[in-house]
């Protein structure tokens, strides 16, 4: 809803009892009731149902700070029953049953019958993908990012068969104070991200304007993008799938400001919803590199009194722009 406020999630995010019972890892391999449950519950593709009983009477003080993701009071759990009939998608079905199946790949099956991000990272948390002797739990963070970085390549992997887009695009979108700037340039599949805080952001602990940054050529990368983190594969999934869309390719730049108007880390699909809101605007366009790049330092100096071109010549995708030889 493009009227809900970060107040709003919060408050909805603090309102929830979350019932708690401790396992390993590895235990969803085995019969455990709870775990059972829990898994018979992430199957339905729609909530369902359950009696929940609780060993005590939960706090109902808000656990909340700048860095966590609020939440709302928990308590152990001493029983769950479910009410309601479960529901199950029959290419759902065909993943969990099939247990010589990898993770990755059950993962790209269900992305291509439809079947969104979110509703995957929860098959995955739970430990029903991927060959029997690996299932196990994931923590949600970890699933979130792993299941965007599975797709992220899927896609990308097509749309290097497609031409490049003919013109220098730019898109700009704002969503809970975070401010995105996507770049796209009329030549091959390259992805860069510049994530810069300012001070008073959730993740500036200095004062002065922080950036981390991450990026991959034409290849891809084969090792976690360690400074963006989650960020930067979250990012990556509705850029590569507006270009699906279009059936083009480009070099794609993206700078993130994150201001002190995002006053609570609500988590990761927050990036990935600021650049899709960008990607949905109407994007301007440009004839040359030059033009596009001064364009954005101009509209940068307005917005954040801040000089972008620090970010230019840091920036690995423009250098090898700038210098990289072709044929033609």
């Not at 860095?67 to 309601?84: E, Q």
């Not at 954005?296 to 230019?312: D, P």
Request: with cysteine.
């Amino acid at each position: 809803n493009s009227e809900t406020t970060i107040k709003d999630v919060v408050n909805y995010r603090g309102s929830l009892i979350n019932s708690r019972f401790r396992s390993s890892v590895k235990d969803v391999r085995r019969e455990d009731k709870f775990l059972d449950i829990a898994k018979e519950i992430a199957l339905g593709y729609k909530p369902v149902d359950v009696e929940i009983y609780l060993k005590k009477k939960p706090n109902l003080q808000n656990f909340k700070d700048k860095i966590n993701m609020p939440m709302g009071p928990a308590a152990g759990l001493k029983n769950i029953k479910i009410t309601d009939n479960v529901k199950v998608l029959n290419h759902v079905e065909k993943v969990f049953d099939d247990t010589d199946l990898k993770a990755a790949d059950a993962i790209s099956y269900l992305y291509s019958k439809d079947i969104d991000e979110n509703f995957l990272t929860k098959l995955l948390s739970i430990g029903i993908l991927g060959l029997k002797k690996n299932r196990k739990l994931v923590s949600t963070k970890w699933s979130i990012t792993a299941v965007e970085d599975t797709i992220g390549k899927k896609i990308i992997d097509e749309i290097k068969d497609f031409s490049t887009i003919d013109k220098f695009q730019l898109f700009t979108g704002n969503f809970f104070g975070n401010y995105y700037y996507v770049m796209l340039f009329p030549e091959v599949w390259s992805y860069e991200l510049f994530e810069g805080y300012l001070p008073g952001a959730v993740w500036n602990f200095s004062g002065k304007i922080e950036f981390a940054t991450d990026s991959e050529t034409y290849d891809g990368r084969k090792n976690y993008a360690e400074n963006c983190a989650g960020g930067y594969y979250s990012v990556r999934v509705p850029i590569a799938q507006y270009l699906s869309k279009i059936g083009k390719q480009a070099s794609v730049l993206v700078i993130r400001f994150e201001t002190p108007e995002y006053t609570d880390s609500l988590g990761v699909w927050v990036t990935r919803e600021a650049c899709r809101k960008a990607l949905s605007n109407k994007p301007f366009e440009f004839e040359t590199r030059e033009q596009i790049l001064e364009y954005l330092k101009q509209l940068i100096v307005r917005k954040f009194n801040f000089n972008i071109e620090r970010i230019y010549n840091q920036s690995l995708l423009l250098n090898k722009l700038k210098t990289q030889r072709k044929l033609k």
